[in-house]
């Protein structure tokens, strides 16, 4: 297994339709493409193929054990990693099982992501008493040089006070003699997480784990959907987008990629013992969350959670609800959230060979975000255009669209422009156009299927926070 770090169907009628001018179409400008980065994995599908994570992956801590008198389910098994490879996802980021107490359960799931081809950062909190390359070497023997193994989850949402004790073990792992392959996964925490853990702002805060760590990518949460009804367009906490714009540009200034967490079900720790009417996020708000991150130019999508902790299945009063959040229920069940990321993970299955070599530039937007979004809009944008794209539009225009702007890598130092466009409408289907400076081809990727089209505009019918990836040839 190689990492690799990255800088430089018939029948089916998408719903897109372009205006032809009278003459042929021209070809895009060609440009020297601009840096960017990726952290990518040979044993996932190699550079072209986007990470995709799940939190609390399978793990056998509590098999046997019983919530509310019914017995868990062994979920260290074909049939699990069955729905986990079927769901899109190719790594887990962390799993409820420890090295070495439960290293059989371990070495067992090690062997089912070989068999299907899974990645697996191992947590084994031994490694943070780590002092030297050889106490990792040992400690991370049995497991390490497995194929599949990715490297260590080291650990969870540091607050300030525990970063400066990180540096020496990402120093000693850097000198190990499998660091070249394998790397130390932690993720961070959200800006609302508060001025006593961040010791300070957001950026100083994730700009302080990145220079002290030396990292090769950077991984954090922020979840939009905390309360009943707080999923709507227009009642996402400030934090979330604030949240994207800060890390992208921290993992910007330090030349490294981002990896986003997405929330797969609400009724979370604030909804402990409380009713688990009505089910958040819906559809729509759950492809929101994941879109907007694409489009803000996220290297990596992840799921809290696949399996759903016990606790989180608590709604009150002796009574357990398996459908409640998690991609899969405490005893095995799909829940509604596993068809729509897995609905998700079809489409950037189909377009993430172009967002992995490409370079986020900025993002444009209309109706309720265009204000919002201003500051991270391309530099040589004006707000409304950007490269060959002259305008934008929507017929939701109190909701709009936000639309990611990326320069493609695509042979050598050759770049074209791409354009993520979402409907920022997480409630209602939109249609969204582009005009552009001249008549072009363009390859448009919708719903997992490419279609090429040609024309001065393209309208795009995107259904409620759907996304569709264009491609100037």
Same mark, same amino acid.
């Given at each position: 297994?190689?990492?690799?770090?990255?800088?430089?169907?018939?029948?089916?009628?998408?719903?897109?339709?372009?205006?032809?001018?009278?003459?042929?179409?021209?070809?895009?400008?060609?440009?020297?493409?601009?840096?960017?980065?990726?952290?990518?994995?040979?044993?996932?599908?190699?550079?072209?193929?986007?990470?995709?994570?799940?939190?609390?992956?399978?793990?056998?801590?509590?098999?046997?054990?019983?919530?509310?008198?019914?017995?868990?389910?062994?979920?260290?098994?074909?049939?699990?990693?069955?729905?986990?490879?079927?769901?899109?996802?190719?790594?887990?980021?962390?799993?409820?099982?420890?090295?070495?107490?439960?290293?059989?359960?371990?070495?067992?799931?090690?062997?089912?992501?070989?068999?299907?081809?899974?990645?697996?950062?191992?947590?084994?909190?031994?490694?943070?008493?780590?002092?030297?390359?050889?106490?990792?070497?040992?400690?991370?023997?049995?497991?390490?040089?497995?194929?599949?193994?990715?490297?260590?989850?080291?650990?969870?949402?540091?607050?300030?006070?525990?970063?400066?004790?990180?540096?020496?073990?990402?120093?000693?792992?850097?000198?190990?003699?499998?660091?070249?392959?394998?790397?130390?996964?932690?993720?961070?925490?959200?800006?609302?997480?508060?001025?006593?853990?961040?010791?300070?702002?957001?950026?100083?805060?994730?700009?302080?784990?990145?220079?002290?760590?030396?990292?090769?990518?950077?991984?954090?949460?922020?979840?939009?959907?905390?309360?009943?009804?707080?999923?709507?367009?227009?009642?996402?906490?400030?934090?979330?987008?604030?949240?994207?714009?800060?890390?992208?540009?921290?993992?910007?200034?330090?030349?490294?990629?981002?990896?986003?967490?997405?929330?797969?079900?609400?009724?979370?720790?604030?909804?402990?013992?409380?009713?688990?009417?009505?089910?958040?996020?819906?559809?729509?708000?759950?492809?929101?969350?994941?879109?907007?991150?694409?489009?803000?130019?996220?290297?990596?999508?992840?799921?809290?959670?696949?399996?759903?902790?016990?606790?989180?299945?608590?709604?009150?009063?002796? $009574?357990? %609800?398996?459908?409640?959040?998690?991609? #899969?229920?405490?005893?095995? =069940?799909?829940?509604?959230? &596993?068809?729509? /990321? +897995?609905?998700?993970?079809?489409?950037?299955?189909?377009?993430?060979?172009?967002?992995?070599?490409?370079?986020?530039?900025?993002?444009?937007?209309?109706?309720?975000?265009?204000?919002?979004?201003?500051?991270?809009?391309?530099?040589?944008?004006?707000?409304?255009?950007?490269?060959?794209?002259?305008?934008?539009?929507?017929?939701?225009?109190?909701?709009?669209?936000?639309?990611?702007?990326?320069?493609?890598?695509?042979?050598?130092?050759?770049?074209?422009?791409?354009?993520?466009?979402? $409907?920022? %409408?997480?409630?209602?289907?939109?249609? #969204?156009?582009?005009?552009? =400076?001249?008549?072009?081809? &363009?390859?448009? /990727? +919708?719903?997992?299927?490419?279609?090429?089209?040609?024309?001065?505009?393209?309208?795009?019918?995107?259904?409620?926070?759907?996304?569709?990836?264009?491609?100037?040839?």
């Amino acid at each position: 297994m190689k990492r690799k770090l990255t800088a430089v169907a018939l029948g089916l009628v998408l719903a897109v339709s372009a205006t032809a001018c009278n003459h042929a179409p021209v070809s895009a400008e060609v440009r020297k493409a601009q840096p960017y980065y990726s952290v990518s994995y040979d044993v996932l599908g190699g550079e072209d193929v986007m990470p995709i994570g799940v939190w609390w992956g399978p793990y056998a801590s509590t098999s046997g054990s019983t919530v509310n008198g019914i017995t868990q389910p062994d979920y260290v098994t074909d049939e699990v990693f069955t729905l986990l490879k079927e769901s899109g996802a190719n790594f887990i980021a962390c799993s409820a099982d420890q090295y070495p107490d439960a290293g059989e359960s371990i070495q067992k799931t090690l062997e089912l992501c070989e068999k299907y081809g899974i990645g697996y950062f191992i947590q084994d909190s031994r490694i943070l008493n780590a002092e030297t390359a050889a106490d990792i070497e040992n400690y991370a023997a049995d497991y390490i040089t497995h194929n599949n193994c990715l490297g260590i989850h080291l650990t969870d949402e540091p607050f300030i006070s525990e970063i400066d004790a990180l540096g020496p073990v990402y120093k000693a792992f850097a000198e190990t003699s499998f660091a070249a392959d394998k790397q130390i996964y932690v993720n961070m925490l959200p800006s609302y997480s508060g001025t006593d853990r961040l010791g300070g702002t957001h950026y100083s805060y994730l700009t302080k784990f990145v220079q002290t760590t030396g990292t090769e990518f950077l991984s954090y949460d922020n979840y939009p959907f905390r309360s009943k009804d707080q999923g709507t367009t227009y009642s996402i906490p400030s934090s979330y987008f604030e949240d994207l714009s800060t890390v992208r540009k921290v993992a910007e200034e330090n030349h490294i990629p981002y990896w986003v967490f997405v929330q797969a079900g609400g009724q979370w720790e604030e909804q402990v013992g409380k009713p688990s009417n009505p089910l958040f996020p819906n559809e729509g708000e759950t492809l929101w969350n994941i879109n907007t991150c694409l489009a803000y130019g996220a290297k990596s999508i992840q799921y809290f959670t696949f399996l759903q902790p016990t606790h989180f299945a608590d709604a009150g009063n002796d $009574n357990y %609800d398996y459908q409640r959040n998690g991609m #899969i229920g405490v005893m095995g =069940n799909k829940t509604q959230w &596993y068809y729509y /990321i +897995q609905k998700a993970n079809v489409e950037i299955a189909a377009i993430d060979h172009v967002l992995m070599k490409s370079a986020h530039m900025g993002v444009l937007a209309t109706g309720f975000w265009k204000d919002r979004l201003a500051a991270d809009i391309p530099e040589d944008s004006d707000g409304n255009s950007w490269r060959e794209l002259q305008g934008l539009s929507s017929t939701g225009e109190d909701a709009g669209a936000i639309v990611g702007c990326f320069d493609y890598n695509f042979e050598g130092d050759k770049s074209r422009s791409a354009f993520y466009v979402v $409907n920022s %409408d997480s409630s209602a289907k939109q249609q #969204i156009s582009l005009n552009f =400076n001249n008549n072009y081809r &363009y390859e448009v /990727i +919708q719903r997992g299927k490419s279609v090429t089209v040609s024309g001065t505009d393209i309208t795009l019918t995107l259904e409620r926070g759907e996304g569709a990836l264009i491609v100037l040839q």
